[in-house]
T-cell receptor, first 114, second 117 residues
Framework: KQEVTQIPAALSVPEGENLVLNCSFTDSAIYNLQWFRQDPGKGLTSLLLIQSSQREQTSGRLNASLDKSSGRSTLYIAASQPGDSATYLCAVRPVAGTASKLTFGTGTRLQVTL | EAQVTQNPRYLITVTGKKLTVTCSQNMNHEYMSWYRQDPGLGLRQIYY???????DKGDVPEGYKVSRKEKRNFPLILESPSPNQTSLYFC????????????????FGPGTRLTVL
């Protein structure tokens, strides 16, 4: 059974720092991995999607990497801002079972302080 | 604007009183799904639908029903809610690719916070 882990569960950094969020998964047989942002009282916003054949994706200050063989993905946030404060979730789409289903980690709650 | 909408956004109800949470998407997506989010457990899939009149159970379907009579709508029905169904519920949708290796982004609604007393 695919399990997705995100460590740390919470992180606080001062504004301007570069930071890395980690996501690990137990079964490397995945179609893709998606990073989301969740704000309190709001839904999930898709940030980046990495297909299994790709190694990284970039969008603005965000860069996500995927090492499928080791079961790891990282989300790099450059020059963090208070507006980046949110919970970040990663989700994999496993090959086994129903390909339409995403398996989520429990998230990293990020706080960027002034 | 392309979006997934859910109603209501917040609901407090009592044990046993039937309720429906609506979900609608305007992107002509074939695939729709319901998840629930609980502290420490992440998001878990309740039911999903690959197209009109095609639905199937996810990981935690007990106590829930769904229907897909129209492509854009996928309501979640709790026939007899219980306190353990207190949770944050998300509806999601996406296109179904021509090959399984081509699955793309899932789009999520804003969530419905349900409290069952």
């Amino acid at each position: 059974k695919q399990e997705v882990t995100q460590i740390p569960a919470a992180l606080s950094v001062p504004e301007g720092e570069n930071l890395v969020l980690n996501c690990s998964f137990t079964d490397s047989a995945i179609y893709n991995l998606q990073w989301f942002r969740q704000d309190p009282g709001k839904g999930l916003t898709s940030l980046l999607l990495i297909q299994s054949s790709q190694r990284e994706q970039t969008s603005g200050r965000l860069n996500a990497s995927l090492d499928k063989s080791s079961g790891r993905s990282t989300l790099y946030i450059a020059a963090s801002q208070p507006g980046d404060s949110a919970t970040y979730l990663c989700a994999v789409r496993p090959v086994a079972g129903t390909a339409s289903k995403l398996t989520f980690g429990t998230g990293t709650r990020l706080q960027v302080t002034l | 604007e392309a979006q997934v909408t859910q109603n209501p956004r917040y609901l407090i109800t009592v044990t046993g009183k039937k309720l429906t949470v609506t979900c609608s998407q305007n992107m002509n997506h074939e695939y729709m799904s319901w998840y629930r989010q609980d502290p420490g457990l992440g998001l878990r899939q309740i039911y999903y639908s690959m197209n009109v009149e095609v639905t199937d159970k996810g990981d935690v379907p007990e106590g829930y029903k769904v229907s897909r009579k129209e492509k854009r709508n996928f309501p979640l029905i709790l026939e007899s809610p219980s306190p353990n169904q207190t949770s944050l519920y998300f509806c999601a949708s996406s296109f179904i690719p021509i090959a399984e290796t081509l699955w793309n982004e899932q789009f999520f609604g804003p969530g419905t916070r349900l409290t069952v007393l």
